[in-house]
């Protein structure tokens, strides 16, 4: 008894002993409101995935890559795009763990192999070209002076056929979840989900579709393989026998990476690429629907439990307007809506802004817009997006056939463009706008001087609210109504470091 009196006295007594070395020793917190802020440094290695462009012997594909010169960047680096090999999901919507990967081929995998494009310095865009069916998907890494802000766009033309048109996809980042509302599985539509895994090991990856009445039944998507350096094309129609004019697609990976777009392809009104929509939020915009639209469909799903109620804005060069018959849009938990908003640009510029009624809850959204009337029209995929933060940048824009938007969607706000020079000749050339709160703008975008091919445009948020931009190429065939809608989200070329002092006087208390 006495023994272990004792020694809970002695446990009493280390633990105070300890408490009054911590409260001595505590440091001083007087100046912690003067603590200096994280610094913002250029990344310094960026991926990037291209999906397959076309299954068309009539597509002409170019790619042009970009990297806008950032200060405190690195002075040296390099970025390449190269071939990943094809899988074997794109007929039958099979495991693509049967295809094989590089590494998976003897000594291929140990080869080098030389890029498919390879850009030579910052703020000079290089192109490249490439025609037929047998195009594949590209997996591209950049370092160094080349990583911060890397851009590549890829746009294929498509003469006849299912998907004619101009299609037209940013490559993005992997990542491990996406969402694309908007696909379809109905007559007339052959829309396929493009997974390419850039990483020296496989990818797990499981496919959810929704549509108007919730989860659809399959588990054909479920545990898909994507084998390393490898790409697959899984039909939609071919994970679910149910036809859904209007769906919702999650892709989850559940080990590794991937980079994922859909590929939407209908008989009548052509074809683009669909890709992922911003992270579920409460309050969402879509930038940058073009004034002659013809027909503009608004498709929304929630993944939580709760139903959604938002108001729909329509964010105008004059300021916000309610579009008729469509004030608010409720949206059932799990399920995928669809509203067709017809002609709601009217002529002139419009982005549509997203607002919840009363209680917040995080929704996807995209529209579906076509251009032209009857036998020419097309169509394309506005998904919603993020503000163009710090810098965004498209690449492959061409004289006379782009149009950039911009919507500040809260207070005012001022932009920088800055117009590279051309893969062929030309020099760089700026200008600043300023877009009012609650208005959409399509600029007169800045052009280099001499312009030879292509060129880039780099979009900077200078002061005020949040922008978001998007823009629009439009086909080499004046004669049909073929163009491709790109958003500009940040391009999160620089990462945020917390400041560190040495501060060896630790060492002494």
Not at 357 to 365: E, H, K, L, N
Request: with cysteine; net charge negative; charged share 20%.
């Amino acid at each position: 008894m006495k023994r272990t009196t004792l020694s809970l006295i002695a446990c009493a007594t280390a633990l105070a002993a300890v408490t009054g070395f911590a409260m001595v020793s505590a440091p001083d917190t007087s100046g912690a409101a003067t603590a200096t802020p994280a610094a913002r440094l250029p990344v310094e290695r960026t991926s990037l995935l291209c999906p397959a462009p076309s299954t068309s012997d009539l597509a002409e594909t170019a790619y042009t890559s970009f990297t806008p010169v950032t200060e405190g960047a690195e002075e040296k680096g390099s970025a390449g795009l190269t071939t990943a090999e094809p899988g074997g999901a794109a007929e039958d919507g099979g495991d693509g763990g049967k295809s094989e990967g590089k590494g998976d081929k003897g000594d291929k995998g140990d080869e080098k192999e030389k890029p498919v494009l390879e850009p030579e310095k910052p703020g000079e865009p290089v192109a490249g070209k490439t025609s037929g069916s047998e195009a594949p998907a590209l997996i591209g890494t950049a370092e160094g002076s080349h990583a911060p802000g890397w851009t590549v766009q890829q746009s294929t033309e498509v003469a006849a056929g299912t998907g004619r048109g101009l299609q037209g996809v940013n490559c993005a980042a992997p990542d491990t979840e996406f969402w694309f509302p908007g696909a379809s599985t109905s007559s007339g539509r052959t829309d396929y989900v493009h997974l390419t895994n850039p990483d020296d090991s496989a990818a797990v990856v499981d496919i959810e579709l929704y549509g108007k009445d919730g989860a659809l039944k399959s588990t054909v998507g479920e545990g898909v393989t994507v084998p390393p350096h490898a790409s697959e094309a899984l039909l939609l129609s071919t994970l679910s026998d149910v036809e859904e004019t209007d769906l919702t697609v999650h892709v989850g990976v559940r080990s590794g990476r991937v980079g994922a777009a859909v590929q939407a392809l209908d008989d009548k009104t052509g074809g683009d690429w669909l890709t992922a929509a911003a992270d579920p939020a409460g309050e969402l915009v879509l930038p940058g629907i073009p004034k002659d639209a013809t027909a503009v469909r608004l498709v929304l799903f929630t993944p939580g439990g709760t139903d959604a109620d938002l108001k729909v804005r329509l964010a105008s060069p004059s300021g916000p307007i309610t579009p008729a018959g469509h004030e608010t849009v409720h949206v059932k938990a799990g399920m995928t809506t669809g509203v067709d908003l017809g002609e709601v640009t009217r002529g002139e510029a419009g982005s549509l802004v997203l607002t919840p009624t009363g209680q917040s809850v995080p929704v996807v959204a995209a529209v579906r817009v076509v251009r032209g009337k009857g036998g020419e029209q097309e169509s394309a995929f506005v998904p919603a997006s993020d503000p163009v933060g710090a810098r965004a940048t498209a690449a492959d824009n061409r004289a006379k056939r782009t149009t950039l938007s911009l919507v500040a969607p809260g207070k005012d706000a001022k932009v920088k463009v800055t117009a590279s020079a051309g893969t062929e000749g030309g020099t760089t050339a700026t200008k600043t706008y300023t877009v009012k709160g609650g208005t959409t703008q399509d600029v007169d975008a800045p052009v280099p001087a001499g312009l030879k091919g292509t060129y880039a445009l780099t979009v900077e948020t200078v002061s005020g609210g949040p922008v978001h931009a998007s823009r629009t190429l439009t086909g080499s065939d004046e004669d049909v109504a073929s163009f491709t809608v790109q958003t500009l989200p940040d391009d999160r070329g620089t990462v945020s470091v917390p400041r560190a002092d040495e501060d060896l006087s630790v060492l002494q208390r």
